[in-house]
């Protein structure tokens, strides 16, 4: 049988025959350095680390480490942690053909954002939810139900979200989907069949979302964007917009929290002209130096459409989210969405009721707190030593910093931290198609890697920063 175990970035195949881990953890690091996951001078995790992430004892590391020293696969020295030796490259026999380029099966590190540390996904606690939420759940659980979600999870998300959010949430306003993709698909849907043609987005924000909305026949035209967020002032201005689309609780990927001032501008906005706002609150759970920003919803309820979702706080892979809608749009969005349509399956929602219900998932999302905050005052202080002249911003919350680089070194960062296995997203590839140039910037995700690649992710990108 054979396991992959994800650790420094890399799947490690592990086949547990003859000596069992200990020569399969050794031949899966071999491996991973003769492919080039695993570069010369990467740091590996410490013993306890590794061995807590695979689920093995710290002897088998221990040991195993000790031989790919031994063979010089390894190095180890005191202070400095285990390390991928120097290696030379062999020269070919006939040096009239040139050499092959190395191949990487994908990069060593992940550093784009957008995702949070999947190896801490609660599985026990959740299978515990799901085994309760199973036993109670009525028969009538299995059948197709209200389109709206099952009402087990609608009741709990309304308390959650008002004690967590500050939302105004009935459960009869709440709408269960598959994702906040498949929350916008809907929103798109019914704003088209009210003739909106024009939906205002931010100027630096996720395309994949305004392609979404181009593709339902609306104009996406961008809203200027600041140190203060948003320039909400400005929507009085832009005649065909009806809706905007918004991150006001921390703008992706800026980081910016919406100015209390703008926050108050786009509520007058939407009520002067029957519009609406679409607030996108990713990851309202994640504050670390602030108060929690409450959500802008519960300013006009009438006004705002709240998208939330588990895909920061738990995992994407779940395809759970959720909206809270204007009473006038329920029966709309209930209706796009149909009894029939693309929706988590029952037993998922149960479980997550459950897991709410339970103090669970207040639990888990104090936990990850401690641990991305706990991430972000390590990048910090990295930076501080080993690269002091760029200045971080947007760390006040949420799973990423934007780091400032230097005019016109945006791109040779990105294509040099490629060259070194380690995957960056620039500020450019956020910008709105009809924003001016900006500032050159990295948009530095430190949610994703396991504990275990943490630090070789962060030695990597020291490497490449100017």
Not at 51 to 69: K, S
Not at 74 to 85: C, P
Not at 193 to 201: L, T
């Amino acid at each position: 049988m054979t396991d992959s175990w994800a650790t420094f970035g890399a799947d490690l195949h592990i086949e547990p025959h003859g000596g069992g881990l200990r020569s399969g953890l050794i031949e899966a690091l071999r491996e991973a350095v003769r492919t080039g996951r695993l570069t010369p001078g990467t740091r590996l995790p410490s013993s306890r680390t590794l061995a807590a992430d695979l689920g093995v004892a710290r002897n088998t590391v221990a040991d195993a480490y000790a031989e790919l020293v031994a063979e010089g696969w390894l190095t180890a020295r005191q202070g400095s942690g285990t390390r991928v030796a120097p290696r030379s490259v062999p020269r070919r026999a006939d040096p009239a053909v040139p050499p092959s380029p190395a191949v990487r099966s994908g990069p060593v590190h992940n550093l784009k954002p957008g995702s949070p540390d999947l190896a801490a996904f609660p599985r026990a606690e959740w299978l515990k939810a799901a085994r309760r939420a199973l036993t109670a759940a009525p028969n009538e659980a299995f059948g197709y139900g209200d389109p709206r979600g099952r009402v087990e999870l609608r009741t709990v998300l309304a308390e959650y979200l008002a004690r967590a959010r500050g939302v105004y949430a009935a459960p009869e306003r709440i709408l269960v989907c598959a994702g906040f993709v498949h929350g916008l698909m809907l929103l798109g849907k019914v704003l088209g069949a009210r003739r909106v043609r024009e939906v205002a987005v931010e100027s630096y924000g996720l395309d994949p979302h305004w392609n979404l909305l181009r593709e339902a026949g609306l104009r996406t035209p961008c809203l200027p964007l600041d140190g203060l967020g948003s320039r909400t002032g400005e929507l009085a201005g832009m005649r065909g917009v009806r809706a905007v689309l918004m991150t006001p609780a921390h703008q992706f990927p800026t980081g910016v929290p919406l100015h209390p001032d703008r926050r108050a501008a786009a509520v007058d906005w939407a009520r002067s002209t029957a519009g609406l706002i679409l607030e996108d609150d990713y990851d309202g759970e994640f504050r670390y130096d602030r108060q929690p920003v409450g959500a802008l919803q519960g300013l006009d309820p009438e006004r705002v459409v709240y998208l939330g979702t588990a895909s920061k706080s738990l995992a994407p892979g779940l395809r759970l989210a959720w909206m809270v809608l204007p009473q006038e749009l329920v029966t709309e969005v209930a209706r796009a969405k149909g009894e029939f349509d693309w929706t988590p399956g029952a037993p998922d929602q149960l479980t997550l009721a459950e897991f709410i219900a339970s103090g669970a998932y207040d639990r888990h999302v104090r936990s990850m707190r401690l641990r991305y905050r706990r991430r972000r005052d390590q990048l910090v202080a990295a930076l501080a030593e080993r690269a002091p002249d760029i200045r971080v911003g947007g760390i006040a919350a949420g799973l990423h910093a934007v780091l400032e680089l230097p005019e016109g070194s945006e791109r040779a960062v990105i294509q040099a931290a490629a060259w070194q296995g380690l995957a960056l997203e620039g500020l450019a590839r956020f910008r709105h198609r009809d924003a001016p140039p900006g500032r050159d910037a990295l948009v530095i995700g430190y949610g994703s890697p396991p504990d275990s690649a943490w630090a070789g992710a962060l030695d990597a990108l020291c490497r490449v920063l100017p």
